[in-house]
């Protein structure tokens, strides 16, 4: 049954190269497992199953190894992923306060502004309100005077005629 089953699974071409080389050693096997030939093969084949097994358990090794590496390194990398989102609200809740506060001193700078400049304007208004109030009283004195030369043309003008019209008579 052994002998069928082995040439069944050796017609079917569909194994790896591991698989081949343990149905050809039983195979070996098999047909002169008492002659010195077998013997002779079957210590080759040991010692081949043996070079295999070193191989096979040094890349599993090697594959261990790799995946403890993989596992130390996605810890941190899960950790840090798990508190990712309470980060990302205190920043966010951060940022929120800093423009709130940005904005209220912006604010207050906008007052403490407009109250030193009216402070400085202040000043400066009651100056100009003296200074229209002497240039209405120039204005009026330049009018007064304006006036009195007119009055002082028209008695000069009175005052030639009156010679004019004297002297013609």
């Not at 009651?126 to 330049?142: F, W």
Request: charged share 35%; with cysteine; proline share 2%.
């Amino acid at each position: 049954m052994d002998v069928g089953s082995a040439q069944e699974l050796d017609s079917e071409d569909k194994h790896g190269g591991l698989v081949k080389k343990i149905l050809e050693t039983k195979k070996d096997y098999e047909v002169s497992p008492s002659s010195p030939k077998a013997k002779e093969q079957n210590v080759v084949s040991e010692a081949a199953r043996k070079k295999e097994r070193d191989i096979v358990s040094r890349e599993i090794e090697r594959l261990r190894t790799s995946i403890q590496t993989v596992c130390r390194s996605t810890l941190p990398l899960g950790k840090i992923m798990d508190y990712i989102q309470e980060d990302m609200d205190a920043m966010q809740a951060e940022l929120h306060t800093w423009r709130r506060e940005n904005k209220e001193h912006a604010q207050a700078l906008l007052q403490e502004q407009r109250g030193a400049t009216d402070r400085a304007v202040e000043p400066l208004k009651s100056e100009l309100v003296e200074l229209d109030q002497l240039i209405r009283e120039q204005q009026d004195k330049i009018c007064a005077v304006r006036s009195n030369i007119l009055k002082n043309e028209d008695k000069i003008q009175k005052m030639v005629t009156g010679i004019n019209f004297s002297s013609r008579a």
